[in-house]
Nanobody
Framework: QVQVAESGGGSVQPGGSLQISCEVS????????LAWFRQVPGKEREAVAA???????????DDSAKGRFTIARASEGKENSMFLQMNNLVPEDTGMYFC???????????????????WGQGIQVTVSS
């Protein structure tokens, strides 16, 4: 059974940095498509970034995340884990962040939440002065 667990998060002032992590267990393949979605109350979940760990490793970022966020695979030995390093945070980055798993290669539809099969419980990130 695939399980997805997020960690990290918390509160930070504007301009600060934060790292959130995701660990996936029970996933049977050596490659994985992992992504982060953010949700704010009253709004739909929106994609932030995605990572394909298979051949031709690929990275995807929402325009709001480009240049500020970095999605990366965790260290060796944790192939199905990743982190999202968030720098120069702004209040608009506030929300519940969900780690999600797709059992297929990441593609141009990476930002559609319907293509992901497994979701974590979410972790709160708050950017406020």
């Amino acid at each position: 059974q695939v399980q997805v667990a997020e960690s990290g998060g918390g509160s930070v002032q504007p301009g600060g940095s934060l790292q959130i992590s995701c660990e996936v267990s029970g996933y049977p393949y050596p490659w994985i498509c992992l992504a982060w979605f953010r949700q704010v109350p009253g709004k739909e979940r929106e994609a932030v970034a995605a990572l394909w760990t298979g051949a031709g490793r690929q990275f995807y970022y929402d325009d709001s995340a480009k240049g500020r966020f970095t999605i990366a695979r965790a260290s060796e030995g944790k192939e199905n884990s990743m982190f999202l390093q968030m720098n120069n945070l702004v209040p608009e980055d506030t929300g519940m962040y969900f780690c999600v798993v797709r059992t297929a290669i990441c593609g141009s539809d990476w930002d559609r939440n319907s293509v992901y099969q497994y979701w974590g419980q979410g972790i709160q990130v708050t950017v406020s002065s």
